[in-house]
């Protein structure tokens, strides 16, 4: 059996298993008012949050990259979402507590980039000189840097709960390294 075969027979399995329990997502009126986070981690098939945090299948929008890291194209793509969001009349859930989560690991393979700058710079689309601050060989301090990169976005609701965590792929265990907090604090002058 090929891998391809192996995962088109998980799908049908996933498929009966789903439409008997009656949770195949065609059957939600409308999806988007169920998704509780939106979380951005790495492409490394370690890290999936469907696995590490639990995460079920509609409750969150996950973006992926090497690193999982907010760079130009994350943030294009969150534009992207917010629009699409827009255009279907749905928005994520108002309120405190929709979660904006940043998840970062220990032994990530961008940490083997750091030998090649320029792919880097390329990567984050800054200069050399900035490289340094992006933090790139320590996931604790990369994932404030990207913490502190989402609240600096305007386009982002301020209400939303921001967060960043690292796994440590040794142990299985989750580090809250920036406890959540509001994206922006109210503005006080309305
Ligand atoms: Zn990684």
């Given at each position: 059996?090929?891998?391809?075969?192996?995962?088109?027979?998980?799908?049908?399995?996933?498929?009966?298993?789903?439409?008997?329990?009656?949770?195949?997502m065609?059957?939600l009126p409308r999806a988007l008012p169920n998704v509780k986070?939106l979380?951005?981690?790495?492409?490394?098939?370690?890290?999936?949050?469907?696995?590490?945090?639990?995460?079920?299948?509609g409750?969150?929008v996950?973006?992926?990259?090497?690193?999982?890291?907010?760079?130009?194209?994350?943030?294009?793509?969150?534009?992207?979402l917010?629009?699409i969001t827009?255009?279907a009349g749905e928005s994520p859930r108002?309120?405190?507590?929709f979660?904006?989560?940043?998840?970062?690991?220990?032994?990530?393979?961008?940490?083997?980039?750091?030998?090649?700058?320029?792919?880097?710079?390329?990567?984050?689309?800054?200069?050399?000189?900035?490289?340094?601050?992006?933090?790139?060989?320590?996931?604790?301090?990369?994932?404030?840097?990207?913490?502190?990169?989402?609240?600096?976005?305007?386009?982002?609701?301020?209400?939303?709960?921001?967060?960043?965590?690292?796994?440590?792929?040794?142990?299985?265990?989750?580090?809250?390294?920036?406890?959540?907090?509001?994206?922006?604090?109210?503005?006080?002058?309305?």
């Open positions: 059996m090929t891998t391809l075969d192996a995962l088109m027979k998980r799908n049908r399995d996933f498929a009966a298993e789903q439409s008997a329990a009656g949770l195949l065609a059957s986070a979380i951005i981690s790495c492409a490394d098939m370690r890290v999936d949050p469907a696995h590490v945090l639990g995460v079920k299948l409750e969150a996950v973006f992926r990259n090497i690193g999982g890291r907010v760079t130009p194209g994350t943030l294009e793509m969150l534009g992207l917010g629009r827009q255009v108002a309120g405190g507590d979660c904006l989560i940043v998840l970062h690991h220990t032994d990530c393979g961008i940490t083997r980039l750091t030998g090649d700058p320029e792919m880097l710079t390329d990567y984050f689309e800054i200069s050399k000189e900035e490289l340094q601050a992006k933090a790139v060989p320590d996931p604790r301090a990369a994932v404030a840097v990207d913490v502190a990169a989402l609240r600096a976005t305007p386009a982002l609701p301020g209400e939303w709960l921001v967060s960043g965590l690292v796994y440590d792929v040794a142990t299985g265990l989750v580090d809250i390294i920036v406890p959540p907090a509001p994206v922006r604090v109210a503005d006080t002058r309305q």
